[in-house]
């Protein structure tokens, strides 16, 4: 990882792209894009870390897992070309918070309306499940997206436990004081974070294990006060099974939306 400060959320997402700093996970997507799956044979997968997507005054974050081997990591964009995608993106939609339902490639012309969707882990692992070294090596980037989201993002919808155990550091991190012991993860749980006074994060951008500085949060970038949300994901498993319903997920998101500001 570069050690420069991103000049803003375009700059960050570019380089989250090139990123290749875990084997495991550059081998294994890597080879996902060259052997392919059949219903997408005649597709050219991404193939790389796939980067958040929406505005960068989001008001409102959707914080995933990882991408899926043939979804995100097809088509290059959070949550598309897959049925999980297809459940988050309609519940959007219906919310008022997506441009349309259905999410197919990166450039359908879907826009998200003060939201943005990011994840922890941003290459596709094996089975779904990234090792915490994996995780912990990539929370460099999602400390730095937070910290470009601190001036407008009020609330975040986490969705699952591993997505929750991995934010929370990262909210640390990134200028928010985070509740000992930690908020256990539940669906419908509402955790309010405050801002801290001061960081003791590594700088933004650093590698991971660098040593921590104290700086102060000058006024002007100070953050507000965090609703955290804790959503099932929309898994296949939870939403065919029923764990998750769409009018759970909404009911969800409509909250988180509320409180953020984007809906009355």
Known sequence: MSTQDPAGLADLDHRVSGCRACPRLVAWREEVARVKRAA?????????????????????????????????????RMF????SGDV??????????????????????LELYGVRITSPV????????????ERDTCRAWLVQELRLLRPTVRAVVVLGAFGWQAALPAFAEAGWTVPRPRPAFA?????????????????????????????????ADAAAPLDLFGCFHVSQRNTFTGR?????????????????????
């Open 80 to 83: 598309t070309g897959d049925r």
């Open 40 to 76: 997408f044979a005649d597709w050219t997968y991404w193939g790389r870390p796939v980067p958040g997507f929406g505005p960068d005054d989001a008001r409102l974050l959707v914080l995933g897992l990882a991408p899926a081997a043939h979804g995100g990591n097809r088509t290059g």
């Open 187 to 219: 669906h419908g749980a509402r955790v309010t974070l405050d801002p801290t006074a001061a960081s003791t994060a590594a700088p933004a951008g650093a590698p991971p294990g660098a040593s921590p500085e104290v700086s102060p949060v000058a006024p």
């Open 244 to 264: 998750l319903t769409p009018e759970m997920l909404r009911e969800v998101l409509r909250t988180a939306a509320t409180t953020a500001g984007l809906l009355p």
């Open 88 to 109: 988050l993106y309609r519940a959007l939609y219906d919310v008022g918070l997506a441009s349309q339902p259905e999410a197919v490639t990166a450039d359908d012309g």
């Open 122 to 133: 941003h290459c596709a692992p094996p089975e779904n499940k990234p090792t915490p070294t």
